[in-house]
């Protein structure tokens, strides 16, 4: 009688084991599951109309049509890089999505700023363009720590109260130096860079005059992918 009950007991308790074993392999496989659709569902960020990016611009010290300094003032625009094909390195221009200031997110305090035409280029040092390392086949692919961008302004109404006379900000050439980054897990990474505007001054030599660009900083540069 008790060797009977004593068996029963032991193949009680490793019918219990099993369940618990099988509870805990079900749970585990459910929540492998779920971390690999969650990564699935991430996508990464791009230079092509797949990602959307929203640039803010500070610009310090920018003078309107009637002499009045911008100090602090936050612009916004959103649009696509898009990469033409055929170029080494890889380069294209910025595509606005949203062109006034009536399309401007609700909530976001920046101004709409209209871009016109704008140009961007992967790059090296650009102070020092040689072939990289990625030609002799020490990388998979070029890796360019750099953006060169390249945005031209219309002239933007500015908002004025009643009986105050009118301003603007005339047409804008700006140009960043911007660190770019590939995160294998998340894409494109693009970090805040300064501004610059390019200041023409025409020297005059002998015999001839010469025109010399010169870049004055007016802000900064940030980017976030929607």
Do not use: C
Not at 79 to 91: A, C, D, R, V
């Amino acid at each position: 009688m008790w060797a009977f009950l004593l068996v029963a007991l032991l193949a009680a308790m490793r019918s219990v084991d099993a369940f618990t074993q099988s509870a805990q392999l079900q749970r585990r496989t459910a929540t492998s599951l779920s971390m690999a659709g969650t990564a699935s569902d991430v996508k990464k960020t791009t230079l092509t109309t797949d990602t959307t990016w929203r640039l803010r611009l500070l610009l310090n010290d920018v003078s309107t049509t009637k002499g009045k300094k911008l100090d602090g003032q936050l612009f916004v625009v959103e649009g696509n890089f898009i990469e033409e094909e055929g170029y080494e390195p890889p380069q294209g221009y910025f595509t606005p999505t949203k062109q006034s200031a009536d399309d401007a997110e609700e909530g976001e305090k920046g101004m709409a700023l209209e871009v016109s035409n704008s140009r961007w280029k992967l790059s090296e040092d650009p102070n020092d363009p040689k072939d990289g390392l990625w030609v002799w086949g020490l990388f998979k692919e070029p890796l360019y720590p750099f953006m060169l961008l390249q945005m031209e302004t219309n002239e933007l109404i500015l908002p004025s109260g009643e009986g105050e006379e009118g301003d603007s900000i005339p047409p804008l050439k700006l140009y960043a130096q911007i660190n770019h980054i590939r995160n294998e897990e998340a894409g494109v990474e693009l970090q805040t860079a300064m501004l610059n505007v390019r200041v023409l001054e025409r020297v005059q030599l002998p015999g001839a005059a010469v025109d010399l660009y010169e870049e004055e900083p007016v802000g900064q540069v940030s980017f976030q992918p929607l």
